[in-house]
């Protein structure tokens, strides 16, 4: 029973994985189901099977991209608390910063999404009011006066240097967030 249920679920996987890979790099609209079948190697019988309609494919990839980063965050959190935010924005430098970035999985989403209460925009949005929220609790810990305000110009920042990744240099990114952070949150321990 256990094989079957795993053998089951290979083709969905295959099916996100290829979604989030066609997704990031072109675009959500631009990549039709006939195409995410052909090249996760799936039928669009199994394809409706795991996935009603593209938008039900659209909202696993934008809560598997939530995931992965709800769990890069998680590890920032067990350091001391002087030091997570600056591992955070420091990740968040390097992914922005590498070969073949292609800017927020989230933003890209959401400009694709224009009516803020499709499933993928409130998606987003949770996503948005999670880090936030991490962002604030974490400052809270290591005692910061404003953690609210400097959660909300933190995110801003984060936003912000999501899309300064995808279009200037990646030096100036880096450099840039970094003296940005050190100025809203302080230079840590």
Known sequence: MV???RRRSEPRERLLATAARLFYAEG?????????????????????RHFPTKDDLVLAYIRAEDATIRGKIAGARELPAGEAIGAIFAGLAANACRPG???????????????AAHPVRRAIHEHRTWLRDTLAEILTAQGHPAPDVTARELTLLHDGALVAGYLADPRDVRETLHHAVQRIVGPGP
Do not use: Q
């Open 28 to 48: 959500i609209h631009a990549v039709g189901v006939d195409r995410l079948a052909a090249e996760a190697g799936v039928t669009k019988a199994t394809f409706y």
């Open 101 to 115: 970035f292609r800017g927020c999985p989230f933003i890209n989403a959401a400009a694709e999404y224009p009516d």
């Open 3 to 5: 094989g079957s249920a």
